[in-house]
């Protein structure tokens, strides 16, 4: 009679014992996977702000004519026929454009993206979706820079 009214047997016991020791056993891992995983997510934001800010900086290395028309960086790519290039939060992202057209993704998951331009340095500060909060400051290496 498996069943009785007695308490537990002692066979109970070491197969309660046995899934209790389990479980705790398996918690540690679980935070371990779960630490290592947010971690690596935000590495790889980390990586996309720094490439993000390396190729903006590049990139007004050597434009002119920086200005802000709303939330849009804009400025002339010398060189490359001086096209227009534009630098803007659109849904969720930052985009470049050029000339109006075309949808270059250069950052993701943005909150919000503010730029100012001050003392002739251009600056961004970005809101992530996480709430994570970065910014920068570009300095002009042109005279034509406000």
Same mark, same amino acid.
């Given at each position: 009679?498996?069943?009785?009214?007695?308490?537990?047997?002692?066979?109970?016991?070491?197969?309660?014992?046995?899934?209790?020791?389990?479980?705790?056993?398996?918690?540690?891992?679980?935070?371990?996977?779960?630490?290592r995983t947010t971690e690596v997510g935000k590495a790889?934001?980390?990586?996309?702000?720094?490439?993000?800010?390396?190729?903006?900086?590049?990139?007004?290395?050597?434009?002119?004519?920086?200005?802000?028309?709303g939330t849009t960086l804009q400025y002339s790519a010398?060189?490359? /026929?001086?096209?227009?290039?534009?630098? +803007?939060?659109?849904?969720? @992202?930052?985009?470049?454009? =050029?000339?109006?057209?075309?949808? *270059?993704?250069?950052?993701? /998951?943005?909150?919000?993206?503010?730029? +100012?331009?001050?003392?002739? @340095?251009?600056?961004?500060? =970005?809101?992530?979706?996480?709430? *994570?909060?970065?910014?920068?400051?570009?300095?002009?290496?042109?005279?034509?820079?406000?």
């Amino acid at each position: 009679m498996w069943w009785n009214n007695n308490g537990f047997t002692m066979l109970e016991s070491l197969i309660v014992l046995t899934v209790f020791t389990a479980c705790a056993a398996s918690i540690p891992l679980l935070y371990d996977g779960v630490y290592r995983t947010t971690e690596v997510g935000k590495a790889e934001k980390n990586t996309e702000w720094e490439l993000f800010i390396i190729q903006l900086r590049n990139e007004m290395q050597i434009s002119q004519g920086w200005h802000l028309s709303g939330t849009t960086l804009q400025y002339s790519a010398v060189g490359s /026929n001086d096209s227009m290039v534009s630098i +803007s939060k659109y849904n969720d @992202k930052i985009r470049r454009q =050029v000339n109006g057209q075309g949808h *270059e993704v250069l950052l993701q /998951n943005v909150k919000s993206a503010i730029f +100012s331009i001050e003392g002739g @340095k251009v600056y961004i500060h =970005v809101t992530f979706s996480n709430g *994570e909060q970065e910014g920068a400051s570009i300095y002009p290496f042109h005279k034509e820079a406000p």
